[in-house]
């Protein structure tokens, strides 16, 4: 079956760059998400990619896909306390009733 | 636009107990989908519902179950509760299967079994 894989914890200082990484095993993979969890509250979308992208900016995001080696990362500049939070990747293939398969989340802790 | 809401917000059993939970989509969304996040565990997948119809489950045991009513709204049903039931439960919804499905996520329901 699918498998998503991201390390479990990133620290940061504030202002620094962080990059959270992420590979799957799905070669069916269509759409590649990143999304943010706060602490007590739900996921929110942060940004997503098309498989046939190999990057996405997005104000501060940036997202790099290397679709060869099925390895998805996040790129955050300036790195601000607010943006400490778990981040979790997520893919899904399209077609049919295909489910998104969430990695293991990445906590990111920003050192002020 | 109002979120996706869940009740109760919490929820404590005792083991051998029925747990109900309720996810309300947003307004036009037909699709909702249930996880569950356990202590230091990602989210696992458990059900999607998609015009009243489950669509797809993930690898759980039959005591959980739900449904999806006319209005898209749904419960998620957990029978004869064990300890390791105990997790953050999130329900997301979206407007169905097609595009990128982008499922925006409520706040989520703590269940706590003793």
């Known amino acids: 079956g699918e498998d998503v894989e991201q390390s479990l914890f990133l620290s940061v200082r504030e202002g620094d760059s962080s990059v959270i990484n992420c590979t799957y095993t799905?070669?069916?993979?269509?759409?590649l998400y990143w999304y943010k969890q706060e602490p007590g509250a739900g996921l929110q979308l942060l940004t997503y990619i098309f498989s046939n992208m190999d990057m996405k900016q997005d104000q501060r995001l940036t997202v790099l896909l290397n679709k060869k080696d099925k390895h998805l990362s996040l790129r955050i500049a300036d790195t601000q306390t607010g943006d400490s939070a778990i981040y979790f990747c997520a893919e899904t293939a399209s077609g049919g009733y295909q489910k998104v398969t969430f990695g293991t989340g990445t906590k990111l802790q920003v050192i002020p | 636009e109002a979120g996706v809401t869940q009740s109760p917000t919490h929820l404590i059993k005792t083991r051998g107990q029925q747990a109900t939970l309720r996810c309300s989509p947003i307004?036009?969304?037909?699709?909702v989908y249930w996880y569950q996040q356990a202590l230091g565990l990602g989210l696992q997948f458990l059900l999607w519902y998609d015009e009243g119809e489950e669509r797809n489950r993930g690898n759980f045991p039959p005591r959980f179950s739900g449904r999806q009513f006319p209005n898209y709204s749904s419960e998620l049903n957990v029978n004869a509760l064990e300890l390791e039931d105990s997790a953050l439960y999130l329900c997301?919804?979206?407007?169905?299967?097609?595009?990128?499905?982008?499922?925006?996520f409520g706040p989520g329901t703590r269940l706590t079994v003793l």
């Open positions: 997301a919804s979206s407007r169905g299967r097609e595009g990128r499905n982008e499922q925006f």
């Open positions: 799905d070669s069916s993979s269509t759409y």
């Open positions: 307004s036009g969304h037909t699709s």
